[in-house]
């Protein structure tokens, strides 16, 4: 298949792309051009701002994709040009959407606690939006307004060795440190997937004839305390937690003040089989902890 990917030259997006290449497809980027193409000759490149839409449309003109991923769009009038620019120009759009979308309010979370079909479009930048609501909005825009089908993958907090949040380096970063950790609730559960699986699932996502919101979590969920335990475990390190105050250095970019998490029950019917989180939390934590001490 002929296949277009925004946002594919790092952590799970980088990923899709490899998947892609290996399964046999003809892959094209399309980025800004400030990092090059880390594929080489296995992968076209577009260059543009997707926030330019002259410049946008202009490389999408006299182009035809399979399927598209959309892994940078996070705003409405982000998903709106999206819908102008390919129209007639793709069989599928998959966005890469977030847990996010649905409220902290200490509940397991399916696809029907955010229904995109029914919510009221605000017009508007990235800027002028929280990251959630941003998604919220772009997924409303997608379903009502895009001509061909699309999937919203929303994902939890993705782990790997590569990401570029660091938000679990983060942590043991600040424990091995003996550095303070401001956590508003440290018996909040959360879920998680990592960067190879989250591009399973996109991969997934656009081969298969599935279509709306679908939740892709590792099945399984593991409190802030455990998590904190558990680096301390492996690191023989003591956390300092604070549970008050704290500082923007000292907060937890996982620092949630409820349970929060998602159910993978539709995907799973779908047909796709999740890793189960404690199967590979721990061997991860192993291998930061290694390579940050």
Known sequence: MNILVLGGTRFFGKKLVELCIENGHDVTILTRGQSGNPFGPNVKQLVANRNDQEALAQVL???????????????????????????????????????STYEIDGKMKKEEDFDPYHYQIRMGHKEEFSYGEGKR???????????????????????GEHDYTR?????????????????????????????????????????????????????????????????????GKHAKISLVGGDETSRSPYGVPADWYMSNAKAETAGFTFSQLEDWLPKLVITLVKQLQ
């Open 61 to 99: 003109s006299d182009k035809k994709w399979d399927i598209v991923y959309d892994n940078i769009c996070y705003s409405p009038n982000e998903a709106q040009v999206i819908c102008d620019l390919l129209k007639g120009k793709t069989q599928k759009l998959v966005f890469t959407s977030t847990l």
């Open 137 to 159: 909005q772009a997924e409303a825009v997608l379903f009502k307004e895009a001509s061909f089908p699309v999937v919203a993958v929303r994902f939890p907090i993705v782990m």
């Open 167 to 235: 938000r679990l380096h983060f942590h043991i970063e600040r424990i091995l440190q003996n550095q303070p950790i401001t956590l508003p609730n440290i018996d909040a559960k959360m879920s998680y997937i990592t960067d190879e699986e989250a591009a399973a699932f996109l991969y997934f996502a656009g081969v298969t004839p599935i279509e709306g919101p679908y939740n892709a979590t590792a099945s399984g969920t593991i409190s802030l305390k455990d998590l904190i335990t558990l680096i301390e475990e492996v690191s």
